[in-house]
């Protein structure tokens, strides 16, 4: 066909002209004017570079200061309102197993010297195992919650362990012989176990990467609370019978707050409840979050978790090896600090100081303390990160042991001069002591377990890492006072400065960093199944292709 000639040009070159003159115009309007809203929501997964972008739309970032990614993120940002809720509500069971750790403190004195003229009287041996049985039952709650939490759920597993709890502090109150006493503890102390496993699971499975730090401290939290609780009330309360009455309160709210959250989205789509899980996700994100990309990469790890279930003897293989001596051994440290023993015997203490502070007083200051810098830690551990924090809380830990153990060498050389001149010394080494351990070495060690294991040995290794830490707290705690009589109250604490020396060596060298990540970038950091967007959106492509073939 011909062409026609139009002005000296034919009709295909104008035509050629005026298309080139649009493109221009197009491109000039993409590169200058700002992007409008696309009716078709964004997902973050879908933007592949960020630099891509803002080489392409330099226009968008000219007029906002923000990537189109950086724009997309907020918009698709999940709320943090249920989670928040939720992680209030779960870690009630926290501040229950608080108040059966701060219990010995005040009721232990009233029940050996009979000051409440009770028909029950111990022996200091029998107070021993009455302190420390809880951490023998713990021992064993551990190893059920792991089997629990992959059978009943995470949020199954906490209800269940609710009843228990109950009738745990019944038995305490209406003992009328040491039996009733022990076998009151050691169901206090098979709860206490469960909840260590079920809690920090569930919160790390809910919980968002950006605050999954903040949450996680929550436990700690609330179980320091729940220390505070026992003491105040034990002071309030005349009896050990009426205090043991008013630790059953917390299980009771405990319950009714579980009422209300749902089920962690991973173990629901681990049971194949692939819907139920959507609609956890959602709930836990909020409505206007789009949960398509979160959905994706829970499935794959998930289809790999299955794929790759491991038993007992893949325990050793690197990538889950690793993480679980890290978590076993952080464990061990965060007992071998002393926290339990001196936390179980803190009237003692202050009696066996000789400090004028009356001796109800000051368990109460050292359990506020206990709360406040909790609360610190909440807020610095997805700032600062949880590797800085355990390391200055190992530091300052063994510094203010080494003060104590200066006062109580004193107290043994010059009884009179250390009480005169020392005094003060007591209560501010152990203020120091539990406001670092509470910012490091005790919310850490619990939140770390739930983000170290990968998915396919999660519920095994969780049980024994906890059962890792409660048998170092029994242990602590049974010989205490007996190590006490044999070396001396500055020897026992110049053991405890000893282990906060090597936990600050081990911290240093070998815990990894894991601020920020999500579980999936924990598990490539030991060299576990990399999960990537591109190969999450294959395995979706090959799923969509089968399903139209």
Not at 139 to 161: D, H, K
Not at 172 to 188: D, K, P, Q, S, Y
Not at 327 to 332: D, E, R
Not at 378 to 401: E, N, T, Y
């Amino acid at each position: 066909m011909n062409s026609v000639s139009v002005g000296g040009r034919d009709e295909c070159s104008l035509l050629n002209s005026r298309a080139q003159s649009s493109i221009n115009v197009e491109r000039w309007r993409v590169l200058h004017l700002p992007l409008k809203p696309h009716p078709c929501p964004l997902s973050r997964s879908r933007i592949k570079s960020t630099e891509d972008l803002s080489h392409t739309h330099t226009g968008v970032m000219g007029f906002t200061g923000k990537s189109t990614s950086e724009l997309v993120e907020v918009k698709n940002k999940p709320s943090y309102l249920m989670q928040y809720f939720a992680a209030i509500s779960v870690t009630m069971g926290a501040l229950s197993l608080g108040t059966s750790l701060g219990y010995t403190s005040p009721a232990s004195p009233q029940l050996m010297d009979n000051s409440t003229n009770s028909s029950l009287v111990i022996t200091t041996e029998q107070n021993n195992w009455f302190s420390s049985t809880v951490n023998l039952g713990a021992l064993t709650g551990g190893l059920l919650g792991g089997v629990c939490i992959n059978t009943l759920g995470r949020r199954g597993t906490m209800l269940a362990s609710v009843l228990p709890f109950l009738a745990s502090w019944a038995l305490v109150g209406f003992a009328n012989n040491f039996v009733m006493l022990i076998v009151g503890r050691l169901l206090i102390g098979l709860c206490t176990g469960v909840t260590c496993i079920a809690v920090p699971t569930y919160i790390g499975e809910f919980s968002s990467p950006d605050i999954r730090g903040a949450l996680g401290s929550c436990f700690q939290l609330m179980a320091v609370g729940g220390i505070e609780f026992a003491y105040v009330f034990g002071i309030v309360m005349s009896t050990w019978r009426g205090l043991a009455g008013i630790c059953a309160i917390p299980p009771i709210i405990y319950l009714t707050l579980l009422l209300f959250v749902k089920e962690s989205p991973i173990y629901l789509l681990s049971k194949g409840k692939e819907r139920e899980a959507r609609e956890a996700l959602q709930y836990f994100r909020g409505k206007n979050y789009n949960i398509e990309a979160e959905m994706k990469l829970m499935r794959k790890t998930q289809d790999d978790a299955q794929q790759n279930k491991a038993s007992l003897r893949d325990l050793k293989t690197p990538y889950i090896l690793k993480p679980l001596l890290i978590s076993c051994t952080l464990m061990v440290f965060q007992q071998l600090s002393g926290i339990n023993a001196v936390l179980f015997n803190l009237d003692k203490i202050f009696k066996g100081s000789g400090s004028t502070l009356a001796t109800d007083i000051g368990p109460i200051i050292v359990g506020a303390v206990l709360v406040s810098a909790t609360v610190i830690a909440s807020v610095l551990m997805d700032k600062a990160g949880r590797k800085i924090l355990l390391v200055v809380s190992a530091a300052v830990m063994c510094l203010s042991l080494v003060a104590l153990d200066i006062f109580f060498y004193a107290m043994q050389q010059d009884e009179v001069w250390a009480a005169d001149k020392l005094s003060w010394l007591p209560l501010t080494s152990l203020i120091v002591f539990v406001t670092a351990f509470s910012v490091g070495s005790g919310p850490i060690p619990w939140l770390m377990m739930g983000e170290l294991f990968s998915l396919n040995v999660r519920e095994s290794a969780s049980g024994l890492a906890t059962m890792v830490n409660w048998s170092t707290s029994f242990l602590v705690t049974l010989v205490f006072q007996p190590l006490q009589v044999a070396i001396g109250p500055y020897g026992v604490y110049w053991f405890f400065a000893g282990c906060c020396v090597i936990n600050f060596i081990f911290c240093i060298l070998v815990v990894p960093e894991t601020k920020g990540k999500t579980l999936q970038e924990i598990t490539a950091l030991f060299g576990g199944p990399v999960l990537t967007e591109e190969s999450t959106e294959k395995k979706e492509d090959t799923r969509i292709e089968t399903v139209e073939l």
